[in-house]
């Protein structure tokens, strides 16, 4: 499709696994828009919904969504057996680090609907009774057993938290659409250099800008994608400068560090961004190394010094 330079915009529903480079190409094919699933940033909640994703991931693809200008249908779903307060806290302090990015369509309760796992087993999901939505009295004469023609039901759960602590999130996510409803919605992205960059902080009212050079550089845009920390040492350095940086930034709210991997937030300015390398082999002297460009990577120009 992109060969063929069409002008088709295409809609497709995805798993929330979709990497960058994944979304890249197919943006370049037509993909307008996508209808992800991600439905919580929170991994226990994704856990009770037998969803094999991550929150780190959902925040990955949001993020690269955001770059690429595809339009992410995304909800966010509160009710489920095991949520927790500290599931709905972690999620109403992340909504100000990612106001950037596209925010969701909507966030309701979870509705119970015929097929899915809290109705056809019920017992684990901690539902002890499902009651046709009350739409159906109004949509089908008496004589009709709702229990039998109703596709919505509302349930009666146990092991949930109270309604109360969804409120902090439910009025961050309505200013994170708010804020998006109008011309200028906040970012922050960062502009790069040969072996800079400057990162430009629109989030809150006072705008902020940071600049960092050599392997502070490198490691930020390195964490564009997400990274354990073995990934950071293996392929960037263990001196103490990269906890340092990484405490750095992720104090800053610059980078996010959640399920036990470190996002990069800001989004390039550069409109064809593509990482160098998935991997950098390093040397017997641990200074990192390519071999099938041209160019010395700057990488290789700067872990030494770092160092």
Known sequence: MAKANSDLQIHYQIRANFSRAQLGRMRKGGLYSVQ???????????????KMSTGMRHVELIKWCTYYGINDTYNILMRFPGETAEDYRMQADLVP??????????????????????FTDPETQSITRLTPADC???????????????????????????????????????????RWAKPNPPFLRYRKA??????????????????YSNGRAVLYEYCADARTLSDI?????????????????????????MDGRYLSLALPANPN??????????????????TDVGLVPLVALTRRRER
């Open 97 to 118: 680090k990612i106001v950037h990015f596209q925010p969701p369509y909507g966030i309701v309760k979870a509705r119970v609907d015929r097929g899915s796992p809290m």
């Open 233 to 257: 040492t293996r392929d960037v350095g263990t001196g103490e400068w990269v906890r340092d940086a990484l405490e750095e930034f992720v104090q800053k709210d610059l980078m996010l560090f």
């Open 136 to 178: 159906y009295e109004y949509l089908f004469p008496k004589r009709f057993n709702l229990e039998r023609v109703s596709y919505y039901f509302e349930p009666q759960m146990d092991n949930i938290v109270d309604e109360a602590h969804y409120d902090d999130l439910l009025d961050r996510v309505a200013d994170w659409q708010s």
């Open 273 to 290: 961004f593509e990482l160098a390398s998935e991997h950098l082999p390093t040397d017997s002297e641990g200074s990192a190394t390519r």
């Open 36 to 50: 992800p699933g991600i439905e919580s940033l929170s991994t226990n909640i994704l856990k009770s919904m037998r």
């Open 194 to 211: 040969v072996t800079s960059i400057v990162v430009e902080d629109g989030r809150k009212r006072r705008r902020r800008v940071y600049s």
